[in-house]
């Protein structure tokens, strides 16, 4: 399939919009319970002949444990408190019984409050720790890949289903290694933790195979015994397993203007070059790793032209489900061929915005991207 490049498209769009983390506003919180607290005595104030509105006060403490500090959470019920007592005095029914109850639930919902704001902070806190281990993990995981890598740059989009997650079912990794940069690119079967541990695996494995092995086939031969032996481990009666990994192994030698491709049941590459954007589907397809045993032979790589001035996408395939309003799937290979001319950066950044924006920022998977560019070789020194 080839697609001609749309023109005309040169704004620098700089970094992908990100959305704004869960809970955050231009508004600062503390002015929330503030403002009820106002509002509250301006309504009392306004309706003299009108029932009490002192209990109204209550609101305060209770919109404060959820949004501030536990300080201010405390400092707002004594707010509450005492502008009751003020109205109460201001009416004439200090020492009533409805001036006795109204102060004596607005104590009681005041600490509880306070109470309810230490339980948040200590499960913020608690969070917090969570998110950072996450963050470790990520960058054991999914480490950036370098920017360049002899002759090739190399770019990465990952983007998370869950808004509060940091890593998924999704992998990749780029090496320089002896026999050229190998590349991986996968999406492991499943979500949560399970698929995390798949993808560490294979992760791994990766990283000490890609040196080791002469062909990239070899190395997808390692990926498949470990995946079996990993699934042996944990249920040795099982003879067909549905957890299984789809990925694509790329070898890109430094001496040649090609790529080695292995499929393993994963979506194909997009190769951009000469403002044409065209696919490569396997003449001899894979079946994901984890189902090698299937087929029994190794897989066998397909070489394409890969030149300088070229690129490669790789992609999973939460680049090409996610789906808009009207249920039309995301067209990468479309997005590419309109932000085809531009420089690596801003194709990466524009098609990451162009999928946020196509999927209205609700991905119904993770989504991973690696971009490569062949760069010019340099000029023979004279």
Same mark, same amino acid.
């Given at each position: 399939m080839r697609? !001609?490049?749309?023109?005309?498209?040169?704004r620098?769009?700089?970094?992908?919009?990100?959305?704004a !983390?869960?809970?955050?506003?231009p508004v600062?919180h503390?002015?929330y319970?503030?403002l009820?607290?106002?509002?509250?005595?301006? &309504?009392?104030?306004?309706? =003299?002949? $009108?029932?009490?509105?002192?209990? +109204?006060?209550?609101?305060?403490?209770?919109?404060?444990a959820?949004? *501030?500090?536990v300080?201010?959470t405390a400092? %707002?019920?004594v707010?509450a408190? &005492?502008?009751?007592a003020?109205?109460n005095?201001y009416?004439?029914?200090?020492?009533?019984?409805?001036?006795?109850?109204?102060?004596?639930s607005?104590?009681?919902?005041?600490?509880?409050?306070? *109470?309810?704001?230490?339980?948040?902070?200590?499960?913020e806190?608690?969070?917090?720790?969570?998110?950072?281990v &996450? #963050?470790t993990?990520?960058?054991?995981? +999914?480490?950036?890949?370098?920017p360049r890598?002899d002759?090739?740059?190399?770019r990465?989009?990952?983007?998370?289903?869950?808004?509060e997650?940091?890593i998924?079912?999704?992998?990749?990794e780029v090496?320089?290694?002896p026999?050229?940069?190998?590349?991986?690119?996968?999406?492991?079967?499943?979500?949560?933790?399970?698929? *995390?541990?798949?993808?560490?695996?294979?992760?791994?494995?990766?990283? #000490?195979?890609?040196?080791?092995?002469?062909?990239?086939g070899?190395?997808a031969g390692?990926?498949?015994?470990?995946a079996?032996? #990993?699934?042996?481990?944990d249920?040795?009666?099982?003879d067909y397993?549905e957890?299984?990994?789809t990925?694509?192994l790329?070898?890109?030698?430094?001496?040649?203007?090609?790529?080695? /491709?292995v499929h393993?049941?994963?979506?194909?590459?997009?190769l951009?070059?000469?403002?044409?954007?065209?696919?490569?589907p396997?003449?001899?397809?894979?079946?994901p790793?984890?189902?090698? $045993?299937?087929?029994?032979?190794?897989?066998?790589?397909?070489?394409?032209?890969?030149?300088?001035g070229e690129?490669?996408l790789?992609?999973?395939d939460?680049? /090409?489900?996610?789906?808009d309003?009207n249920?039309v799937?995301?067209p990468?290979?479309?997005?590419?061929a309109?932000?085809? #001319?531009?420089?690596l950066?801003?194709? %990466?950044?524009? +098609?990451?915005?162009? +999928?946020?924006?196509?999927? $209205?920022r609700?991905?119904p998977d993770?989504?991973a991207?690696l971009? /490569?560019e062949?760069?010019?070789?340099? =000029?023979?020194?004279?």
């Open positions: 697609l !001609p490049p749309r023109g005309g498209h040169r620098d769009v700089g970094g992908a919009e990100t959305p !983390p869960h809970g955050t506003s600062p503390v002015l319970p503030l009820i607290l106002a509002a509250v005595v301006i &309504a009392d104030l306004a309706t =003299p002949a $009108g029932p009490p509105a002192a209990p +109204l006060l209550a609101a305060a403490p209770v919109v404060a959820a949004t *501030v500090s300080r201010a400092a %707002v019920a707010a408190g &005492a502008l009751a003020g109205l005095l009416h004439g029914v200090w020492g009533d019984k409805s001036s006795n109850m109204t102060l004596a607005l104590t009681a919902v005041g600490v509880a409050s306070v *109470v309810a704001s230490v339980i948040r902070e200590r499960r806190s608690e969070l917090k720790q969570v998110r950072s &996450a #963050e993990a990520q960058l054991a995981l +999914l480490r950036p890949p370098p890598i002759r090739l740059a190399v990465s989009v990952y983007l998370a289903a869950e808004a997650a940091q998924g079912g999704d992998l990749y090496l320089q290694t026999h050229g940069a190998r590349v991986l690119i996968g999406d492991v079967r499943g979500k949560g933790l399970p698929a *995390v541990g798949v993808s560490a695996v294979l992760t791994g494995c990766f990283r #000490e195979a890609a040196y080791r092995e002469p062909t990239i070899e190395v390692r990926m498949e015994e470990t079996v032996r #990993e699934i042996d481990r249920d040795p009666a099982e397993s957890r299984f990994t990925a694509l790329v070898e890109i030698p430094a001496d040649e203007p090609v790529a080695r /491709i393993l049941g994963h979506p194909e590459p997009l951009i070059g000469g403002g044409l954007v065209t696919t490569h396997p003449e001899r397809p894979g079946v790793i984890g189902l090698g $045993g299937l087929v029994g032979t190794l897989p066998v790589p397909q070489t394409i032209d890969f030149r300088p690129r490669l790789l992609y999973t939460g680049f /090409i489900e996610a789906r309003e249920g799937y995301f990468l290979a479309e997005s590419a309109r932000h085809a #001319e531009r420089g950066d801003d194709l %990466v950044a524009a +098609l990451r915005a162009d +999928l946020l924006r196509h999927a $209205g609700q991905l993770d989504a991207l971009a /490569i062949r760069l010019p070789d340099p =000029p023979p020194s004279l």
